[in-house]
């Protein structure tokens, strides 16, 4: 399930989110699924637990989590087939800042578009769709 680096330079809760939001798009969390709790989680990845708190509060506040008082917290089942325009012009600007690191450090737009397309065959291959 989760998996983080702890010697990435991006932040531990960040990590824990992307890879919630991973674990969901290859189907490993399916909707409705309980998560283990926060206490549970910063046992297995043994950190501080109010880092595995961020990553679900800002989880939830994307509808991505669903928690429950006293139950849990939850892939949320409910998860919009609506693209979330706002999300959309945040990956949109982080694409840009990426293409203008690439461009500076020389790498050519045809290995840019084969890592494209080498991620999309990834996922065609997880989830036996082939959207283009």
Known sequence: MVSINKSKNKPLYEQIMFSIKEDILHQILLPGEKLPSVRELSTQLMMNPNTISKAYKLLEQE????????????????????????KVDEIHQKFNELLIEANYWKIKRKEIIGWVNKSFNMEENTDGNSES
Do not use: M, P
């Not at 991505?64 to 979330?84: A, F, M, P």
């Open 63 to 86: 509808k991505v989590l669903v928690t429950v008082k006293g139950k849990g917290t939850y892939v949320n089942d409910e998860i919009s087939s609506k693209r979330n325009q706002i």
